[in-house]
């Protein structure tokens, strides 16, 4: 129990002096139903909305309600996009999801194609399932919906750009929906990361929940790290390359990561009640670093990455995943003798 004690100790942020230590599988069971189940649902929502508001776009031409709607579609998933076990890595879904990094500009090119040919497969989600997932998320939508060619959607020239922008937002509601139905079920996963028993194939014992949360954790602040932020800003003698940044054309670089730092923090708060003043100060101040950091960058990320103070708020942010990863990933596993194991960005 020693290690269960230093868990409730040192893991979460802020409690009252008069709350009581409440028991490992308490705070599993806070995880799943504080967070990861309203956040799923709320993902799901998010992408019913959106496919509503292409049906519109395609109807009525109502382009800027699509566009606000994938926007927050886009930002209920950064919250949960680190959430890389059980129903989000199931059928590829992640990367259906969202198919980045596209490092070598594979997706771009093959929505492209699909748009010049007017596939009329991809204008249908049986048909769209079975085409490369590059073509099927929020990448491609964001090319539809902002990309060379978005202003034809409220013409008849745009047709089948928009059935396909349709179709991709239909996806996007059915995956989402499965992966939030996942963690309802009350025989699935989430019953397996809070009740854990030897004759489970994942979570054999408290001890292996608690490892998967620290982890979902750790890695997910090293992903938004260099997968997010790294790519785009200049680093030593180097250029700043604003193309490679998450969803530059919406215009949703900067809100998709406060998303990511945001459905972060909100996990580490929901998953305990109690505090070690110093990691607690620690790990505020780190969460706070970035909160002042995206407050400065208020430009188009374009613009941004060659702003001194924005660029240099901007290289703020990777210190306080710096910050994060190695209060959680490092300092918190070493103490408790857990093993978060390799992330999964090892070897790309």
């Known amino acids: 129990m020693r290690i269960f004690a230093a868990i409730f100790a040192t893991f979460l942020l802020v409690a009252p002096a008069s709350a009581q230590i409440i028991s490992p599988s308490e705070m599993l069971r806070s995880s799943v139903t504080n967070f990861i189940r309203p956040q799923t649902k709320a993902f799901a929502t998010r992408t019913a909305e959106l496919s509503k508001a292409m049906y519109v776009l395609c109807e009525n031409g109502d382009l800027t309600a699509a566009q606000e709607a994938f926007a927050k579609a886009a930002t209920a998933y950064g919250r949960i996009e680190f959430l890389r076990v059980g129903p989000l890595m199931e059928d590829n879904r992640s990367d259906r999801i969202l198919f980045f ?166 996990l580490i708060e929901l998953s305990s009640v109690v505090t070690d003043p110093a990691l607690a100060e620690e790990v505020t101040a780190a969460f706070a670093r970035a909160d002042a950091a995206f407050a400065v960058v208020t430009s188009p990320v374009e613009e941004a990455v060659t702003d001194p103070a924005q660029a240099a708020a901007l290289n703020d942010l990777v210190i306080a995943t710096q910050d994060l990863q190695r209060l959680i990933g490092e300092e918190l596993s070493a103490t408790l003798g857990l093993s978060v194991g390799f992330s999964s960005l090892d070897g790309d």
């Open 101 to 266: 990094p596209d490092r070598k500009g594979i997706g771009l090119r093959q929505v492209q194609q699909l748009l010049a040919e007017a596939d009329p497969t991809a204008a249908t989600v049986p048909g769209l399932q079975q085409k490369s997932v590059a073509v099927q998320g929020f990448g491609a939508l964001e090319f539809v919906l902002f990309g060379t060619g978005f202003e034809t959607l409220t013409t008849s020239d745009g047709a089948f750009r928009c059935a396909y922008g349709a179709a991709v937002a239909k996806n996007l509601e059915e995956i989402a929906s499965d992966i939030a139905a996942g963690w309802a079920d009350p025989d699935g996963i989430a019953k397996r990361l809070t009740q854990p028993d030897p004759a489970y194939a994942d979570y054999r014992t408290t001890t292996e929940s608690l490892e998967a949360i620290v982890g979902l954790v750790s890695h997910g602040i090293e992903a938004v790290r260099d997968t997010r932020i790294n790519p785009f800003i200049a680093k030593g003698d180097g250029k700043a390359n604003p193309k490679l940044a998450l969803f530059w054309r919406s215009n949703q670089t900067l809100p998709m990561l406060k998303a990511n730092f945001d459905g972060l923090r909100r």
